[in-house]
């Protein structure tokens, strides 16, 4: 199969068929609505089946990871925004853990649970998303428009807590950016109550209907073991029946206090995947009620002078504290020289952020494990030998970014 | 041969066993544990990872470029065992001139893209890759932008 950058559809002859068979080369993307995002797949195709699949990426390839080495500490929060532009608080998280890990530096506990209510509901924003796009390309508009409504109302929370609806970059090494804001509980109790009730009307409109059974089920198989080779983690994993999470395995942030489950299916199909997933939104909604419940009281971010901008109140009163303000902001805070890695559970799966320090106060390298980069090279292993009708579902259960890929 | 600071890894301990010259260093730090092998013996290392001691996963691999300092790149790889709930770093020095290492690929498909975005991205060459292509970069670009002696601004030079 020839990886001619011509887009359009080339008819080939085929090779070894004296049948007058013939495989079309067929170029999807990169701007094909279904691919979110700039993804291309150039698949070969007998009939209607896909005999070969190549996932070609990069065309959002930003060189993030080439900017952190020229940033500081500090500055870096706002490029990890930009990764994955779905589940930008995960992100942040990430981050911050992997440099707080480097300084060693403690966080309070109402800081972790702030974090961990935010990257869930964070998650929940990741995973409507998902739904939305997922099953529009199945043809059921609808849902979208739903998701969408309650991907509002938790839009509007972050805004109410960072001043942005997307790039919020407000999980920084040492704690949060800002004091949650006033009313901050009541207003996402409201939001978080209505949304186990949302979630049913969502599972109305699909789980039992049987175009959507008929279009996921049994479709894009992909196993246990090919995924683990292939890289894949994630609700993917957990479809296929591999009962694993960095949350519960590795727990960072507090996630030990928390009461949740970790759901799984056994079937590994497009149903399984839609299925773990809307189970982890409810999953979702739990840790954020325990987390609103349970909210320690405390200072929302570290006492570490050295790291932590001091408030705006002793900055302009005090000398000192003006003086460390002015450090901060213009040299940015030291870090001890070391590497560490550091894993979070993203709506997407295992996110990694491996940092190298030279000691100075930019990181030497930062290389980010995205879990679509990760997830993508399964592409093929799952659409190859299927219906191309049914790609669109497969790749449509993985849940990917391409800003998350590329980078 | 084992250095003394990994005494109580049983990981390192096995590496060392399996094979005396592939452990060239290795420290323990922050709670992370990372072993320096040397270039030529990682794909059997990886591979007696993975088959005797449950390292299934291969997160990532990635490069770490130390320019100017000779040798110039490490080649870092986390490898991931879900049975044991345990991750653990490799690392191999490679020197700036014509850097080579043996891909992973016969022992993890998923190492496939990250090679190649080393390849891409720091110009280092993994043998017997499948497909070592460009991932990242049009096919026609020069220069690798993830090397230290890549401006961040400016022209294409």
Known sequence: ?407 | MLPENLRDSAVAAAVDVYDADALTGGRLDRGELTLEIAPEKIAPVCAFLKNDWKFTRLSTVTAVDRYPSEPRFEVVYHLHSIDRNERLRLKCRLGGDAPEISSVTPVWRSADWYEREGFDLFGIRFTGHPDLRRIMMPEDWEGHPLRKDYPVTGPRV
């Open chain 1, 1 to 407: 199969m020839s990886d001619s950058l011509v887009p359009g559809i080339t008819v080939l002859e085929d090779e070894q068929a004296d049948t007058g068979a013939r495989r079309m080369l067929l170029n999807m993307g990169p701007q094909h609505p279904s691919t979110h995002g700039v993804l291309r797949l150039a698949v070969e195709l007998d009939g209607e089946i896909i005999t070969k699949c190549r996932p070609d990426i990069g065309y959002l390839h930003t060189g993030i990871e080439k900017e952190f080495e020229v940033k500081t500490y500090a500055q870096a929060v706002t490029l990890t925004d930009r990764v994955d532009y779905l589940a930008p608080l995960s992100n942040n998280l990430g981050y911050a853990l992997a440099v707080e890990k480097l300084l060693g530096l403690e966080i309070p506990p109402k800081a972790q649970w702030m974090r961990v209510m935010l990257v869930e509901l964070t998650r929940l924003n990741s995973h409507l998303v998902w739904l939305g796009t997922h099953a529009l390309d199945i043809g059921a508009m609808s849902v979208f428009m739903y998701c969408f409504r309650e991907r509002e109302e938790i839009l509007k929370l972050f805004e109410m807590f960072s001043g942005q609806r997307m790039m919020t970059s407000y999980i920084r090494p040492g704690g949060l950016a800002l004091e949650p804001p006033r009313g901050w509980a009541q207003r996402v109790k409201t939001c978080i109550d209505a949304f186990p009730s949302r979630v049913d009307e969502y599972e109305d409109l699909l789980t039992k209907n049987s175009i959507w059974m008929g279009r996921t089920k049994g479709v894009g198989f992909i196993s246990v073991e090919d995924m683990l080779d292939l890289g894949v983690t994630g609700p993917m994993l957990r479809a296929a029946g591999l009962k694993t999470d960095a949350r519960k395995d590795e727990p960072y942030s507090s996630y030990e206090k928390f009461d949740f489950e970790v759901p799984t299916r056994t079937e590994g199909d497009v149903y399984a995947r839609y299925q773990v997933r809307l189970e982890e939104m409810r999953q979702s909604v739990r840790i954020v009620t325990q987390a609103i419940e349970g909210m320690p009281p405390g200072p929302w971010k570290a006492a570490d002078q050295h790291v932590v901008l001091p408030d705006r109140e002793r900055m302009k009163t005090q000398m000192e504290a003006l003086i460390y303000h002015f450090k901060l902001v213009t040299e940015g805070f030291r870090v001890p020289e070391g590497e560490v890695y550091q894993v979070i559970e993203s709506p997407r799966g295992e996110l990694g952020f491996y940092i190298v320090s030279d000691g100075s106060s930019s990181p030497y390298r930062v290389h980010m494990r995205t879990p679509s980069f990760g997830n993508l090279q399964a592409v093929p292993r799952m659409v190859e030998g299927a219906l191309i009708a049914d790609m669109i579902a497969s790749i449509g259960s993985m849940d990917f970014v391409l800003g998350d890929t590329d980078r």
